[in-house]
């Protein structure tokens, strides 16, 4: 308890490092595209393929739960378009980013401070916490962007299982898209995207950066912050669904 309570505190420190001392922009900025390459245009792909035929299986898992024919059939688009928004895209895919993305950054943070080269710049005077976390930072605040793609792609799954299934015609998937919409569930979903983007930032940065050890050590790290991020993620989204939604 009290280790876990010493890392909680480490971890808090370790952000009010990170905003002190920036390193000069144009140092900054080719960090930056670098992240957002890697951490959110490099994710793109496997979120893309995930989001459409998770949303696909969703289509298909609720029409074949709908046995009373008193039921419409809208209700297969209309659980398909909550599911996604709600929890399956802001939530599900932050748990695969913190595996992609997350393990990433732990392990080439790791890396750089198994080989010295963190101890190389802060003996140039450089904060190395603002150096290689923040561009980290500034890169997920592009993260509801991946967001928007999944909810999209979950939809278009599962019309396509819908439709093309034979469990439902395309004018009634429409109608049950736009069944009961709630525009303050975009918001909400939006928010804690925002918040799940910042941990996948620093959670895996914290683990990587304080590790101690060799390149054994580099891939037990890795591990360690993707359970760290997972709970992270899922006792936010807890708090945050209690918080709006009750």
């Known amino acids: 308890m009290i280790k876990a309570l010493n890392q909680i ?7 009010k490092e990170v905003f002190n001392k920036p390193t000069k922009w144009v140092v900054m900025k080719p960090l930056i595209f670098k ?3 890697d951490l959110i245009v490099g994710s793109m792909g496997i979120v893309a393929f995930i ?3 998770i949303g696909g299986v969703v289509a298909i898992q609720t029409a074949l739960n709908l046995t009373n024919p008193l039921i419409p059939k809208s209700l297969i688009a209309f659980a398909t378009r909550q599911s996604v928004i709600l929890e399956f895209a802001p939530t599900f895919i932050s748990i695969i980013m913190a595996g992609r993305a997350g393990s990433y950054i732990t392990s080439s943070i790791g890396t750089m401070r198994v080989t010295e080269q963190i101890d190389a710049l802060e003996v140039m005077g450089v904060n190395s916490l603002n150096y290689l976390v923040f561009p980290k930072i500034i890169a997920f605040l592009l993260y509801p962007f991946v967001i928007s793609i999944s909810m999209f792609l979950g939809i278009l799954g599962g019309w396509f299982a ?4 034979g469990f439902i015609s395309n004018d009634e998937f429409i109608g049950g898209i736009q069944r009961e919409f709630i525009p303050f569930h975009i918001f909400y979903a939006f928010f804690k995207t925002f918040l799940f983007g910042f941990i996948l930032a620093t959670v895996p940065s914290f683990h990587g950066f304080y590790m101690k050890g060799g390149a054994l050590e580099v891939g037990k790290a ?3 912050a993707f359970v760290w991020t997972s709970v992270a993620v899922i006792l936010v989204n807890y708090i945050i669904t209690t918080l709006l939604l009750s």
């Open 9 to 15: 505190g480490r971890y808090f420190l370790m952000l």
């Open 35 to 37: 992240e957002v390459d």
């Open 51 to 53: 989001s459409f035929f």
């Open 162 to 165: 819908g439709v093309y299934g």
């Open 222 to 224: 890795s591990t360690t």
